[in-house]
């Protein structure tokens, strides 16, 4: 069974903090690699994909250790509008595209 | 665009009832996706399509069908709804250009409730 496992938290940190999400996944064949934000009640939106030489978008940072089936996104600088819940995601399925979902990891930003 | 929407937003249906949950995307995409999520669970795929004409089982597809007679609708089909189909169902659209690598992109969702 194809899985993807993620902290539920939830993660309550002060602004301006800096956090750290991991995701496992099992299945070795595993091809392209997401994270997704999703707000409360609401759809979930691409947040940024993950390759195996890192890669860098403003305060968010991901990585990718195929060799350990590893995911992690950090926030540095975490602001109150960053407060979702963020889906780490695989893709397996080829050219279909199918993605497996981890449950998400809740983070909350205060003031 | 309007990118995907559904409709429903909400809808309560009693056990036994059936309903279709619409889908349609305006941007020309030949892969589209319905997805169910749980309180507290992830996203697991029910059925896709890659294109009209062609559909295909995704992880939990039993109590479902779908069609896909055009690019840009594909409409979900419950029959004889159980209480096990409450969920959010969200419906998801993707244009690959490279296999595997491109965003999903996702309607609003429908909530459904079977009482």
């Known amino acids: 069974r194809k899985e993807v496992e993620q902290d539920p938290g939830p993660f309550n940190v002060p602004e301006g903090a800096t956090v750290a999400f991991n995701c496992t996944y099992s299945?070795?064949?595993?091809?392209?690699f997401f994270w997704y934000r999703q707000d409360c009640r609401k759809e979930p939106k691409l947040l940024m994909s993950?390759?195996?030489s890192g890669n860098e978008d403003g305060r968010f940072t991901a990585q990718l250790n195929r060799a350990s089936q590893y995911i992690s996104l950090l926030i540095r600088d975490s602001k109150l509008s960053d407060s979702a819940t963020y889906l780490c995601v695989v893709s397996y399925g080829g050219s279909q595209g199918n993605l497996i979902f981890g449950k998400g990891t809740k983070l909350s930003v205060k003031p | 665009n309007a990118g995907v929407t559904q409709t429903p937003k909400f809808r309560i249906l009693k056990i036994g009832q059936s309903m279709t949950l619409q889908c349609t995307q305006d941007m020309n995409h030949n892969y589209m996706y319905w997805y169910r999520q749980d309180p507290g669970m992830g996203l697991k795929l029910i059925y896709y399509s890659v294109g009209a004409g062609i559909t295909d089982k995704g992880e939990v597809p039993n109590g479902y069908n779908v069609s896909r007679s055009t690019t840009e609708d594909f409409p979900l089909r419950l029959e004889l709804a159980a209480p096990s189909q409450t969920s959010v169902y969200f419906c998801?659209?993707?244009?690959?250009?490279?296999?595997?690598?491109?965003?999903?992109?996702f309607g609003p969702g429908t909530r459904l409730t079977v009482l």
């Open positions: 299945n070795s064949a595993s091809q392209s």
């Open positions: 998801a659209s993707r244009s690959p250009r490279l296999a595997g690598d491109d965003e999903q992109f």
């Open positions: 993950v390759y195996s």
